[in-house]
């Protein structure tokens, strides 16, 4: 019996001794920073990693106040939740930076509470988050730097876009004065009949005064025709004022109309080159726009087609004009004969200044302020192709 005794406790410790060797080389080997403290701030154990990081002795750490090794303090200091452990609760986390181990810790501090309920030690376990904190803290500034730098360029990338835009509006403008010889002498020529028609009355009244002819419904007749004249002058110079005045506002026309309005501001000087313009129409729709831009992108197309006719000296020189409905697109395009457009230069017709022109009047940007006026202001769609020993320009607008 008592060597049965005695082989069970030799057993014992054996056992005991093996698993304390085993806690120690497993609270050594752990990377982990891990000391231990009694009830009275007294370190009673430190693991290697903790000791290497102090640049001593684990066992020279033993018997030393935890608050003067880590803190350099002579007593606990505030924050300290040891102190807080003797009334009980629960493991706790703190983030440390300590001078004494040179870093930032995330430190996790749990009570071995005995049997009596009392406070007998704390474990801290400590985990070296400074490299973790450094990379947080330069994430932050650089994402502080990416948010001013984004904020930056957005403000500027808002300016160039104003004054991108404040340019294409001086464009349009400047290719309305363009247009604007051309259809002062289309006043000119529209009034010529008017005024001819106003002298010719005139002249018949004074006519008939002085031979004692002139009735009152004479006189009636020639004021009623010679206001009706008038009435036609003035609403040319309407169309004038309207071409010029800037349009804010989007509003609802008929195309056909816009169409026919748009030739025959210019159709003097295609008349005087023995240009004949046809159109050929199969939908009378309204659509709602920039009617004035509209007008003018037409305009541009149609000038352009004349240019061509005329350099290329083309014999019968016409333009076919038709518009359509294709779906839920009005489309309208504007053909002519006057040797079509170069492959090679195709691509760049719509670039700003971009101009084959000899004229110096021409400044190459009609067809970059027609796809402006059509493609960004209206949604629509404007291209161009050759066909039939000329240029065909294709106009898609939403209806
Ligand atoms: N109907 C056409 N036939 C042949 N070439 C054309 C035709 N329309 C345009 N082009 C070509 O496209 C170029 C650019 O046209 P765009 O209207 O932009 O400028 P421009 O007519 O040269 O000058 P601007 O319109 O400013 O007076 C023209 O120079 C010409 O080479
Ligand atoms: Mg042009």
């Not at 200091?77 to 001078?99: I, Q, R, T, Y």
């Not at 509006?169 to 005024?195: F, G, K, T, V």
């Amino acid at each position: 019996m008592t060597e049965e005794k005695s082989d069970f406790s030799e057993k014992a410790y054996e056992d005991v001794k093996r698993a304390k060797l085993e806690y120690e080389h497993a609270f050594d080997a752990v990377s982990d920073l891990i000391l231990i403290v009694d009830a009275d701030h007294t370190i009673t154990m430190a693991n290697s990693a903790l000791a290497d990081r102090m640049g001593m002795d684990a066992s020279g750490l033993t018997g030393l106040k935890c608050y003067e090794v880590m803190h350099g303090m002579g007593k606990p200091p505030v924050f300290c939740p040891h102190s807080a452990f003797k009334n009980g609760g629960k493991s706790v986390s703190v983030e440390l930076e300590l001078d004494s181990l040179k870093g930032i810790f995330e430190i996790i501090i749990s009570p071995i509470i005995g049997d009596e309920g009392g406070l007998i030690s704390t474990v801290h376990i400590a985990r070296d988050v400074t490299e973790k904190k450094r990379n947080e803290k330069l994430i932050a500034a650089q994402q502080r730097e990416l948010k001013e730098l984004v904020a930056s360029q957005e403000s500027r990338i808002e300016k160039m876009v104003s004054e991108l835009r404040s340019k294409d509006d001086y464009l349009i403008q400047h290719s309305r004065l363009m247009a604007m010889s051309e259809m002062i002498s289309n006043i000119a020529h529209q009034w010529r009949q008017p005024l001819n028609n106003i002298g010719l009355i005139v002249q018949g009244i004074q006519i008939a005064f002085k031979t004692g002819e002139l009735t009152e419904e004479e006189l009636e007749a020639d004021t009623n025709e010679t206001m009706k004249v008038i009435k036609q002058m003035s609403e040319t110079i309407d169309d004038f004022r309207d071409f010029f005045s800037h349009e804010e506002e989007e509003s609802s026309f008929r195309i056909s109309e816009l169409l026919s309005n748009s030739i025959s501001f210019i159709e003097p000087s295609f008349n005087r080159r023995g240009i004949k313009i046809t159109v050929d129409e199969t939908i009378t729709k309204t659509l709602i726009g920039y009617r004035t831009e509209l007008k003018q992108v037409f305009i541009n197309i149609l000038l352009n087609a004349r240019d061509a006719l005329v350099e290329n000296k083309t014999e019968e020189p016409c333009i076919k004009v038709s518009f359509s409905q294709e779906g839920e697109r009005a489309v309208v395009t504007i053909k002519d004969n006057g040797g079509g457009i170069s492959e090679d230069i195709l691509p760049k017709i719509y670039d700003p200044y971009y101009t084959t022109r000899k004229s110096n009047t021409a400044s190459g940007i009609g067809l970059y302020m027609a796809k402006m006026i059509v493609e960004r202001k209206m949604g629509g769609v404007l291209s161009a192709r050759n066909v039939d020993g000329g240029a065909e320009f294709k106009i898609e607008l939403l209806g």
